[in-house]
């Protein structure tokens, strides 16, 4: 099949305005012949109407922002509501709302002038996190509270976002949730993401051959989650570092995303002591020889932390929390058993020191 042009695409999608409508702008509603919703992105409001029906004041599909004066087509609701920075993505996305074919494989079409944000550029990492939502209440929420893991306070850091691309090796471009983690730099500033895709109901990732992917500027940077002082705990999964918080909820962690990130990772100004925690395997031996040497020759006591199984998210959900805080305890240094290893109860569904 020829491949359909940007302009025809739109005009399709536009015969069903109401129904485009309805699925990416579902936080809108109908008024007369508009759709009114607050903005492209899907925000509650008021303030962008789209064309529902063909008029002498034009098309349907066609929409203005009354509070911002953007205006536009359905191709460019499809693309801001779901967060997607190429064309070619866009347009599948549009293809597989029309049911359409997939057109014979050629030079991807322009992106009818929209602002690009190279694919797995820092810029598209950014965007992709201001897309994604609040992991409350999501499917995010119940995959970590699956693996043991239900302190979530602080982790602002960690987004949801419902339908996020994934590209197989072969085949065509897929949809799934993912836990979307913002990589920055010590100035807070993102540099990258990281995208675990997950299965629908949160059970478990997706099941799909790449589970996990990042993008973006890694080198250096790290998921941070809490605010680091003079003492912090840097790993490399995203769920060893939330395991370990279970039961240090007050020590600031930094999952690096693999070992060779973490060998890598920047010292804050203020940090003294680090805590590496490692996984049981020959990369993790690696990145704990590297980092403990440099933060040795910048003044900052390095700590091994290590699992009992082959990472601390097993220890929690194999060997149970009281055992990962024992396993724990005697690794840290005396005054931070002190300090952070404290015991919890949940009252009102929130942790309460004791």
């Known amino acids: 099949m020829a491949r359909l042009s940007a302009s025809d695409l739109a005009h399709r999608l536009g015969r069903q305005a109401e129904a485009v409508c309805r699925l ?14 607050g903005d492209v992105r899907n925000t509650k409001g008021r303030s962008m109407f789209i064309r529902l029906k063909d008029s002498p004041k034009g098309r349907a599909g066609k929409w203005t922002d009354a509070a911002t004066g ?72 119940t995959y970590l509270g699956g693996r043991g893991i239900t302190l979530l306070h602080g982790t602002g850091s960690l987004r949801f976002h419902p339908r996020c691309y994934y590209r197989p090796d072969d085949g065509p471009t897929e949809t799934w949730p993912a836990m979307i983690a913002a990589v920055t730099d010590l ?10 895709w997950l299965a629908p109901d949160g059970a478990d990732k997706a099941p799909i051959d790449t589970q996990r992917k990042a993008m973006g500027d890694l080198l250096g940077h790290a998921v941070r989650i809490g605010v680091p002082g003079s003492v912090m ?19 600031a962690m930094a999952p690096a995303l693999s070992a060779a990130h973490l060998a890598a990772i920047r010292f804050p100004p203020a940090l003294r002591r680090l805590y590496i925690v490692r996984d049981n395997d020959q990369a993790g031996d690696g990145a704990q020889n590297m980092l403990t040497e440099r933060a040795n020759a910048e003044g900052i006591e390095a700590i091994p932390l290590s699992p009992a199984l082959g990472d601390f998210n097993e220890d929690l959900r194999r060997l149970g929390i009281d055992a990962l805080r024992a396993g724990v305890r005697v690794q840290l240094a005396p005054e931070d058993v002190a300090r952070f290893l404290r015991c919890h109860e949940t009252v009102g569904g929130n942790p309460r020191r004791r």
């Open 24 to 37: 990416y702008l579902s936080n809108g509603r109908r008024q007369g012949n508009y759709w009114q919703v």
């Open 70 to 141: 953007e205006h536009g087509d359905l191709l460019d609701v499809i693309r801001e509501s779901l967060g997607l920075l190429d064309f070619t993505d866009v347009a599948e996305e549009a293809r597989a709302f029309l049911s359409l074919p997939h057109p014979e494989p050629e030079q991807a079409a322009s992106r009818r002038g929209f602002a690009q944000a190279p694919s797995g550029s820092a810029e598209a990492a950014r965007r992709l996190f201001a897309m994604a939502l609040p992991i409350a209440g999501t499917v995010v929420e």
């Open 187 to 196: 100035d807070a500033r993102i540099t990258g993401a990281h995208r675990t």
């Open 233 to 251: 705990a840097a790993g490399e999964g995203i769920e060893t570092m939330l395991s370990l918080r279970q039961i240090l909820p007050d020590m």
